[in-house]
């Protein structure tokens, strides 16, 4: 840029070009709220073609804007591929890992016998070459020992327990569930399905540990009062597989007991099982209000007259959304405790 001003002074004879100009921008740095986006006609007649999962269910009731870029609109984050053990890699291993676990054992009663540790280690070093291969990085190699470490303590602590005291048989793996109710289509797969006595127990793996994002506070909660499903409902997912069994197999609600199992929890004892409800009592009680709730959710989102609002509590939910910069809400991370 100087010495084309200097070019110019020479041309002109002049140390006053008038090539210089002052440019002043103006710059907003208010806090940005997203605005709320409305439904069409074609819009809603192509989600009366979705299937439902809790997961989209889930993401609907923390916050509907969320739902409509990644559902609707189908945007989704840039797969970067590392040598790193990621999070999401470790639970996708420990499900593949149980299954092939028990999949010979489908069918038969358990047994403490059942439990073998090195037919466990095993599968373990055949999962992670599958993903790895054969040499593995010292990330991937540490990673792998503590999946041994705490598996062989999930079978000791919790399952072994479990075996002793009741009569365990199981009866699905993998299973995929779905159901179709008045139009409203649902889809779901459960790890796994048990009979224990005579109830069956759904039971979905988590490599985390935290309940509340799976658990329902039904002191909270009111199916008449909108405003408190968010709050109250911390996922859909167990009464939502419930309601899929429950139809798929002709079994009745209250011998259905849905469980979450925190693989992720340091103590891997029986309290490592997270039951829905506490007693058939309130299954009884509160089953109804949760259908009502799953069923609510799909009839709003294909409401044309219910826009997509953004979440009521942008600086819990906006932080780790992958959307944040399309609704300017980036800024919430800095208000995060």
């Not at 439902?52 to 993401?59: N, Y």
């Not at 047994?111 to 070459?129: E, G, P, Q, Y």
């Not at 309601?243 to 891997?268: C, H, N, V």
């Not at 007693?279 to 294909?302: F, G, H, N, R």
Request: charged share 30%; glycine share 4%; aromatic share 10%.
């Amino acid at each position: 840029i100087e010495r084309l001003l200097w070019e110019e002074q020479h041309r002109t004879r002049s140390l006053d070009t008038g090539a210089i100009q002052r440019l002043q921008y103006t710059i907003d740095l208010g806090i940005r709220q997203p605005e709320p986006i409305g439904k069409t006609i074609s819009m809603c007649e192509q989600m009366k073609e979705m299937t439902f999962s809790s997961t989209s269910l889930d993401t609907y009731l923390t916050c509907p804007l969320q739902f409509y870029y990644r559902y609707v609109l189908r945007l989704k984050e840039k797969e970067e591929i590392s040598g790193e053990v990621e999070r999401t890699d470790v639970g996708t291993i420990i499900h593949q890992i149980l299954y092939e676990y028990f999949l010979p054992l489908k069918g038969k009663q358990l047994t403490v016998n059942d439990l073998d540790s090195k037919r466990l280690a095993s599968i373990t070093d055949d999962v992670f070459r599958r993903y790895y291969g054969k040499e593995l990085l010292g990330e991937q190699f540490v990673a792998k020992r503590q999946v041994v470490k705490h598996l062989i303590e999930f079978f000791d602590a919790y399952q072994t327990p479990v075996v002793n005291n009741e009569t365990v048989v199981i009866e699905l793996l993998e299973e995929k569930l779905s159901a179709d109710i008045d139009g409203r289509k649902f889809e779901g797969k459960t790890d796994r399905i048990e009979r224990r006595g005579g109830k069956r127990y759904i039971l979905d793996y988590k490599t985390g540990s935290n309940e509340k994002n799976f658990s329902i506070s039904f002191k909270k909660l009111n199916a008449d009062e909108r405003s408190t499903w968010s709050d109250a409902v911390g996922s859909v997912q167990l009464p939502l597989y419930m309601m899929m069994y429950s139809r798929t197999a002709e079994i009745p609600i209250d011998a259905i007991t849905p469980a979450i199992l925190f693989l992720g929890k340091k103590q891997l004892t029986e309290k490592a099982e997270m039951c829905l409800f506490d007693t058939d009592a309130d299954v009884v009680a509160w089953y109804p209000t949760l259908e009502k709730i799953i069923l609510s959710l799909v009839d709003e989102i294909l409401d044309i007259k219910t826009p997509f609002v953004p979440t009521d509590d942008i600086v819990n939910h906006c932080p780790e959304c992958a959307f944040k910069f399309i609704c300017g809400t980036q800024w919430a991370a800095k208000y995060t405790v």
